[in-house]
């Protein structure tokens, strides 16, 4: 379903918990990219890699972290530091040729506080 | 860095009406629009984009425009259907800036039969 599988679809998080949201692509995609959308807002840029071993910094990547180990992957940690985890996160890839930067996404993640 | 505003937040049309949603981009430098349809719970769709070099595309009842000059965009709807109900992004992105979409904030779009 679209190449881009995320996992999983409901996720709830502790106070003081780390929690790690799954993003895996087959599309053999360079660039893949993560959005948290709050309601009635657009997609805001958390973190973004485009080649394994290098990610950079998206708008609101406080309280985040990511790893690039694999093309394939690219896994979203949510800290204790974020204060307001509560949020849809949606992941997505691009094949980041010139002419085609078309981006594809992952069917998200709902994440909620206990 | 980029930044994309988006009008209106919401729309409401009859059925069979034309919609239009407006966005704005501050970075001469962007080069690649697209348009996002997003239902409730689901992942957004690309619907239709357009490049600087372009002043206009269509793709049957849905068109998009572009103003290099004054850094703006639009979506066109026409004959609009209650299946055209949904949350519509704009974005504008850079080649060079590893290809990242800086989204506008969405149009909820509500097509009234």
């Known amino acids: 379903d679209g190449g881009i599988t995320q996992s999983p679809k409901y996720l709830f998080r502790k106070e003081g918990q780390n929690v790690t949201l799954s993003c895996e692509q087959n599309l053999n995609h360079d660039a893949m990219y993560w959005y948290r959308q709050d309601p009635g807002q657009g997609l805001r840029l958390i973190y973004y890699?485009?080649?394994?071993?290098?990610?950079q910094k998206g708008d609101i990547a406080e309280g985040y972290s990511v790893s690039r180990e694999k093309k394939e992957s690219f896994p979203l940690t949510v800290t204790s530091a974020q204060k307001n985890p509560t949020a849809f996160y949606l992941c997505?890839?691009?094949?980041?040729?010139?002419?085609?930067?078309?981006?594809?996404f992952g069917s998200g993640t709902q994440l909620s506080v206990l | 860095g980029e930044n994309v505003e988006q009008h209106p937040s919401t729309l409401s049309v009859q059925e069979g009406d034309s919609a239009v949603i407006k966005c704005t981009y501050s970075d001469s430098a962007s080069n690649y629009f697209p348009w996002y349809k997003q239902e409730l719970g689901k992942r957004p769709q690309l619907i239709i984009d357009?490049?600087?070099?372009?002043g206009e595309k269509k793709d049957q009842r849905i068109a998009v425009t572009l103003n290099k000059t004054a850094k703006h965009f639009s979506l066109h709807i026409t004959e609009t259907q209650p299946e055209d109900s949904a949350v519509y992004f704009c974005a504008a992105s850079h080649y060079n800036q590893g290809g990242k979409l800086i989204f506008g904030q969405g149009t909820e779009l509500s097509v009234k039969p």
């Open positions: 997505a890839s691009s094949p980041l040729d010139r002419g085609d930067e078309k981006l594809f």
């Open positions: 890699s485009q080649i394994v071993n290098d990610f």
């Open positions: 357009i490049r600087s070099n372009v």
